[in-house]
């Protein structure tokens, strides 16, 4: 046991992170990921003098002093100013030492972000003799730091094979739960245990119906499973937590490799809890593997392929096709612990359907050779493939991610894809090997373009922004801009502005209006849509890429994700909670407003084609019907269909097929962020093409 004494003396020439040019600096001091000590904030300071004092407690020199910086702002999360670590092995017993710390942000290596300037002593306790302290010294000094690290890489190997997979659980909701408070609700939460290991969910406030979506992770040891314990309690503050209800998850009856859909009733209490669970094998899937399990297999392939030909349209219209993932390897991941080293997994999702990768540890280039598989129910649906570094003591910190459409996906293919930051807006290190195949029915697909899309349970959670908030303004106002300028273009041609202009139109008016039938609206669009098809494979593409959404990508701020997971609650929060909860609303109106525009633009340029022939095809259709039939026959069969509707179908869903269709087309910003990126020529990848599958 050993005694720390710490003076936090001062910054220098720290990073700005307001808009004055200045910051509002903070010091947090960590030791095993525990934070032990945190400072006070000097307000619009890049020179701040702290002067303070600390004592801490270290049980073993072994774990390093972790300094993390951190700009104060009031109401939204702190902004990341840099950090540092000082190696406690290296300091001398019983001496004052001054120590100068530059701070670095592992994002941005190259960054000058300042120093901070300590003065520290480290003394043994429980009175242990100097010579006997010494002598533990220079014992641990002989022992090389490769040895050490040795040592602790095969302890974590070991223990890596202990693992037989990992449980994924995603808590959704409760319904019905038991009320436990007077006026008739409750403060539920949930906890799971699985042997040692154990989570607990947050608390929502006062209802019997809550909507949790929260996910875990459990490493499973044993081969056949095991049972998840799962208790609902009822917050009460000042008194002992009311128990609601309890349930298990019996592993072993679970299938692995698959996302399981539980509803399970609580005993010894009331109501539902509804579960994603999904168990992954830990096992590394070897070269060898990897091409026993491809779509290679010619008779795997038949069948597949037989499984969603053309003459099967009507056999199982939820089965769209098949997709698989071959998660190879990643080379170059930015390095997470202090060590400059990372932990990395892999996550990979498809909607709801989530599926984890082993840990390589201690590898900044580690192989997975993982195959995964999905039944593919939107074709239209993005692949998410997320690397993680696994912290045994915190939850995991986020290393990069892409994500991939199915529709822009490359049979057979291994390909490096550069990994982005969790915008998706701009790069990050490393890249990431996948090679995918994806196999589909094209009729099925299009007739699930026209119902509702999947909801998808875990999304992260809506917060205020101001470069999101200014962004959606000016997407919205560019979609506005357009309407206006059309209003002005038109009234142009009644002021006569331009007499020949104003001519033709008025020409093109008379025509129009004398000869209209309501078949020749859609006949019109699908001639818009004809046109720019034509632009496009002549080489005068017009789809330009929306400038002002770029730079406001290119602009936003990368946050500090380790630090969103550690902070805690601001004091003032809750005074200013409602007034943000009404900018976060205006802030998804106007991006809901902006993507609708978005929407019917990328339609008509052909950012998918998939779904620009199909517009072509329904417009043909109604152009056809509008000509050939009269249009209170029309009215008729729609009024009878909506009208009966719910009589022929009690508990189908309610849906518009043209915003189910628009749903689907991607906005200016869902472009940006699918685009690839084009990764670095040193990490240019070995492509082995096969046949196309599809």
């Known amino acids: 046991m050993y005694q720390l004494d710490i003076t936090l003396r001062r910054g220098q020439s720290l990073a700005a992170r307001d808009r004055g040019g200045t910051s509002d600096p903070y010091v947090k001091f960590k030791i095993g990921g525990k934070e032990v000590f945190r400072s006070k904030i000097i307000h619009k300071n890049l020179n701040p003098v702290w002067e303070e004092k600390a004592c801490i407690l270290v049980d073993h020199l072994r774990e390093p002093l972790y300094i993390k910086v951190f700009d104060y702002d009031f109401g939204l999360q702190d902004d990341f100013m840099g950090s540092a670590f000082l190696d406690l092995t290296q300091l001398e017993l019983n001496r004052p030492t001054d120590v100068t710390l530059t701070l670095k942000d592992p994002h941005y290596p190259d960054h000058d972000l300042g120093i901070i ?36 890489l095969s302890d974590l190997h070991r223990k890596s094979h202990l693992w037989r997979g990992i449980v994924s659980i995603t808590l959704i909701e409760g319904r019905d739960l038991k009320a436990m408070d007077s006026n008739g609700l409750s403060d539920p939460y949930v906890k799971f245990r699985l042997g040692h290991q154990k989570y607990k969910s947050k608390i929502m406030p006062k209802t019997l119906n809550p909507q949790w979506r929260e996910q875990f992770d459990f490493h499973l040891y044993e081969e056949r499973g095991g049972i998840i314990d799962i208790t609902a309690w009822d917050k009460d503050a000042g008194k002992r937590d009311d128990f609601i209800g309890r349930c298990q998850v019996d592993l072993s009856a679970l299938s692995r490799e698959q996302t399981h859909k539980l509803e399970l009733q609580l005993e010894e209490g009331e109501g539902h809890l509804v579960l994603l669970v999904t168990l992954t094998a830990s096992a590394t899937v070897s070269i060898s593997d990897l091409s026993v399990n491809s779509l290679e297999d010619q ?34 991941l930015m390095a ?16 709801n359907d989530r599926l984890l990768t082993h840990t390589v540890y201690k590898n900044l280039n580690p192989e997975w050779n993982k195959v995964f598989t999905f039944n593919i129910k939107d074709i239209h649906s993005v692949l998410e493939v997320t690397v993680y570094d696994e912290d045994r003591d915190r939850s995991a910190d986020f290393l990069g991610k892409v994500a991939i459409p199915l529709l822009s ?35 099925k697909a299009s007739l699930r373009t026209l119902i509702p899309k999947e909801q998808k349970y875990i999304e992260e959670e809506n917060r205020l922004s101001k470069q999101l908030l200014l962004r959606n303004f000016i997407r919205m106002k560019r979609c506005v801009m357009v309407l206006v300028n059309a209003a002005y273009y038109i009234n142009s041609c009644f002021d006569w502005d331009s ?8 020409v093109l008016f008379l025509f129009v209006v004398w000869n209209f039938e309501l078949y020749m609206i859609p ?4 001639l818009l849509l004809t046109w720019n098809y034509f632009l496009i494979i002549s080489g005068k593409d017009n789809r330009q890429r929306d400038t002002v959404v770029e730079d406001m990508l290119e602009d936003e701020e990368e946050e500090d994700d380790k630090d969103d997971k550690d902070s805690e609650k601001k004091g003032f929060i809750n005074k200013i909670y409602a007034i943000q909860e009404v900018c976060v609303s205006v802030q998804n109106i106007l991006d809901e407003v902006a993507s609708f525009g978005e929407r019917i633009k990328n339609t008509f340029n052909w950012t998918v084609p998939f779904l620009s022939w199909l517009a072509i095809v329904a417009l043909c259709v109604f152009t056809a019907i509008l000509y050939c039939i009269p249009l209170r026959y029309i009215v008729l069969v729609w009024g009878i269909n909506k009208f009966t509707k719910k009589l022929r179908s009690p508990y189908a869903i309610d849906n518009n097929e043209l915003l189910d269709f628009l749903s689907r087309v991607p906005s ?13 020529p040193s990490h240019s990848p070995y492509k082995r093409k096969k046949n196309n599958l599809g």
């Not at 002593?121 to 220079?138: A, N």
């Not at 890249?431 to 009729?443: H, P, Q």
């Not at 007499?499 to 008025?506: D, H, V």
């Open 117 to 152: 300037l300590l003065s520290v002593i480290l003394t043994p306790k429980e009175g242990e003799s100097r010579d006997v302290t010494m002598l533990m010294r220079k014992s641990w000094k002989r022992s090389s730091k490769f040895q050490t690290q040795s040592l602790r």
């Open 299 to 332: 008779k795997e392939r038949e069948e597949i392929l037989k499984r969603y030909s053309p003459l099967r349209i009507f056999h199982n219209l939820k089965d769209v096709g098949f997709l698989q993932v071959k998660v190879i390897r990643a080379e170059g």
């Open 336 to 351: 997470a612990d202090v060590t400059g080293k990372s932990d990395p997994f892999c996550v990979v999702e498809l909607n």
């Open 409 to 443: 996906i490359q049979n057979g293919e291994q390909k490096a894809y550069v990994l982005k930051n969790k915008q998706l807006t701009g790069p990050t290190k490393g890249v990431i090997y996948l090679e995918i195949d994806v196999i589909f029915n094209a009729v």
């Open 499 to 506: 007499p020949p202009r104003s001519l033709a139109a008025f």
């Open 523 to 526: 006949l019109v669009l699908l």
């Open 668 to 680: 200016d910003v869902q472009v940006v962020q699918y685009q690839e990126l084009k990764p670095d």
